[in-house]
């Protein structure tokens, strides 16, 4: 299986905001890129974008190429990763294809935020094995995180290469022992949003206040412990233990009355129009410019301070 630094070239299917940000990532990291993409205009935006993405750290364009299809990507890369849609029916088609024009030591990987690979992984007819997930967090040329995942016909091997391609690309991969709906990063998100959503529909507070709350709170610890290592240096000397015995049977009761909002027309609408209103006009592109600027700089003082 080819991994780690034998990776040369990343092929890359489906080049729209996922797509483009692995394409930067890789070309930033001094790999090669073929890609493809059936829509109109695509090589021209993914172009746009990457050199938007890397700004002065690459050349633009330098080391990306468009292919002419799915089985021209799958034969000159040494890992593919797609970035379709999130529809089984085309993930099938695609892996399919990838399949049958790859090389037998190709990755072959998905960046699906929610399906799970044993579900389009049986419509490869040569190499089942070497097909998995690498689910990354969006924007994936700045946030390291990567959910690795295999199906059930995944090979150990190829969930290994995966991990180490990932630790090659400078990304901080976890491995999904188990498939689930959702994956891991995304479930605790839905989580968290499904009582965020509860909260604002029951008039309890207001979304900007939702967002105040997590940004300027938990949202702050999180990003540099993550929640069981902060939990555990808010306990003292006692530690997680000590938390959750003094504050578990609290929290268990609070687990009782969480909500299980209904996505209405009317909840959308609120939470909308709350958006709107807390951004109040803001320029959403300069707005993300200005955000990964800050990631940036919040993941070199992670690294300064040894908490990566």
Known sequence: MITGENIRTLGIV??????????????????????????????????????????????????????????????????????????????????????????????????????????????????????????????????????VVGGQRTSEEAVEAAMATMRHLGKKPIRIHQEVPGHVANRLQAALWREAYSLVDRGIVSVADIDTAIANGPGLRWSLLGPFATQHVSGGPGGLRHVLEHLGPPMVEWWETLGRPELTPELIERLVTGTDQELGGTDVTDLVARRDRALRQLMELKTEFDLD
């Open 14 to 147: 489906g080049t729209g905001a996922i797509g483009a940000s692995w394409a930067a990532l890789a070309l930033g990291r001094g790999l090669d890129v073929v890609a493809w993409d059936p829509a109109g205009g695509a090589e021209e935006r993914l172009r746009t974008d990457v050199t938007t993405l890397l700004g002065d750290d690459s050349p633009a364009g330098g080391g990306l190429r468009f292919a002419g299809g799915l089985g021209e990507t799958a034969a000159e890369a040494d890992m593919v990763i797609e970035s379709g849609p999130e529809r089984l029916d085309t993930k099938r088609e695609i892996f399919a294809a990838l399949d049958s024009a790859a090389a037998p030591g190709v990755l072959l990987a998905s960046s699906s935020s929610g399906l799970m690979p044993s579900s389009f992984q049986d419509a490869c007819a040569y190499y089942p094995e070497r097909v998995l997930v690498t689910h990354p967090f969006n924007p994936p040329h700045l946030v390291p995180l990567v959910e």
